[in-house]
């Protein structure tokens, strides 16, 4: 499996408009980041969580000329703004994109894309077969996917687990029965906003506390914000099994069995 980093910024990404702060300011591509957004290969297929306003900038910048699905997370617009986009995927294949969300998100979509849904179709509108996920293994295709619901303050949104690695962006709390099914994943990428507390996302002591938990092998942080520092000094302080995830950071990893 191939997991690539897609975006790594928070809501407003970094730069962040009109903010002359120093790492708004830098010059280090590591602190340039886009909405959060990963894709992970699998034999050949491309699994993309979330699709922001970035989306479609994220996959000209990579090339990407076939996805097959979408794992939504939650119907945050920094997560499910660009997926007017999918358009692109339905011209080259011909047929529907596939987009997982649970029923919360599932209804945003339902609004905010009701072009998309509706009897009489204009023509060129995004085509979507969207499935609804709950808390239950799920596959698409012979690849197996379970949901963790964790909390973005009182909003439960979805996590997801693939194998032995693990997607979890905007939370700030992890229910026990979703740390249970976290048991045993050896490559986590979390949110980490930045150092100071925060009221719907988890912090960076927050998010170490969790993988210390997990004992996981290799953890990313993701979903950063501004004020988290810049990134070459943040690196520095991190232990030597964690790294601040950036833009277009590709790592491979264990192929499921």
Not at 9 to 24: E, N, W
Not at 35 to 60: H, N, T, W
Not at 222 to 234: F, Q, R, S, W, Y
Request: charged residues 25%; glycine residues 8%.
């Amino acid at each position: 499996m191939k997991l690539t980093i897609l975006g790594s910024g928070t809501s407003q990404g970094i730069p962040v408009i009109g903010c002359d702060c120093p790492v708004c300011r830098s010059k280090d591509p590591a602190d340039k980041r886009l909405r959060c957004s990963a894709m992970l290969e699998i034999k050949g297929k491309k699994l993309v969580f979330d699709a922001g306003p970035d989306f479609r900038y994220q996959m000209l910048r990579e090339g990407v000329k076939d996805i097959r699905a979408i794992l939504l997370t939650h119907g945050h617009k920094d997560h499910t703004g660009g997926l007017d986009d999918v358009r692109a995927f339905n011209w080259i294949k011909q047929e529907p994109v596939d987009v997982y969300a649970d029923l919360r998100t599932k209804e945003v979509i339902f609004k905010d894309y009701s072009y998309a849904f509706s009897e009489f179709r204009y023509p060129g509108v995004p085509d979507i077969s969207l499935h609804m996920v709950d808390s239950q293994l799920f596959h698409i295709d012979d690849t197996a996917v379970l949901p963790v619901p964790v909390m973005h303050h009182r909003l439960q949104i979805t996590g997801f687990r693939i194998g032995s690695f693990a997607y979890i962006t905007d939370a700030n709390a992890i229910p026990d029965e979703s740390m249970d099914k976290l048991r045993g994943v050896d490559h986590l990428v979390i949110n980490a906003l930045r150092k100071e507390s925060h009221l719907s996302h988890f912090t960076l002591a927050q998010a170490l506390e969790v993988i210390g938990a997990l004992q996981v092998k290799k953890a990313w942080l993701t979903h950063i914000g501004h004020d988290m520092g810049l990134a070459a000094k943040v690196s520095g302080q991190l232990p030597p099994h964690v790294r601040l995830a950036f833009d277009r950071m590709e790592v491979e990893l264990p192929d499921i069995g």
